[in-house]
């Protein structure tokens, strides 16, 4: 079984900056990460894509956040980051990783969902 663990979340004020991280780990089993993309949900909103990237290093983001966000990823430390600036009061939400993940014993994918990071921005 793979977990995926969030961090990086916090209060910042309008205009800071946070960086996000997602690392997947599994006790004894081999795995790659094809894809990973970050998702948030704000309160009374439905859960909405902000940003994916894949393993070849390919990326798109949603809208509301195209040149202020910037998704990466480190394969050999399994961990995918979201680096936020410019940050405005309606970027406020959960902030969830979701990776696509190969099982190398098995050969199916997988997808994981970490347990979500806040990310409050008010001044």
């Known amino acids: 079984q793979v977990q995926l663990v969030e961090s990086g979340g916090g209060l910042v004020q309008p205009g800071g900056s946070l960086r996000l991280s997602c690392t997947a780990s599994a006790s004894g089993t081999i795995f790659s990460i094809n894809a990973m993309d970050w998702y948030r949900q704000a309160p009374g909103k439905e859960r909405e894509f902000v940003a994916r990237?894949?393993?070849?290093?390919?990326?798109n983001y949603a809208d509301s956040v195209k040149g202020r966000f910037t998704i990466s990823m480190d394969t050999a430390k399994n961990t995918g980051y979201l680096q936020m600036n410019s940050l405005k009061p309606e970027d406020t939400a959960v902030y969830y990783c979701?990776?696509?993940?190969?099982?190398?014993?098995?050969?199916?994918?997988?997808?994981?969902w970490g347990q979500g990071t806040q990310v409050t921005v008010s001044s």
């Open positions: 979701n990776a696509d993940i190969l099982v190398v014993a098995t050969g199916y994918r997988y997808s994981y």
């Open positions: 990237i894949t393993r070849g290093g390919s990326t």
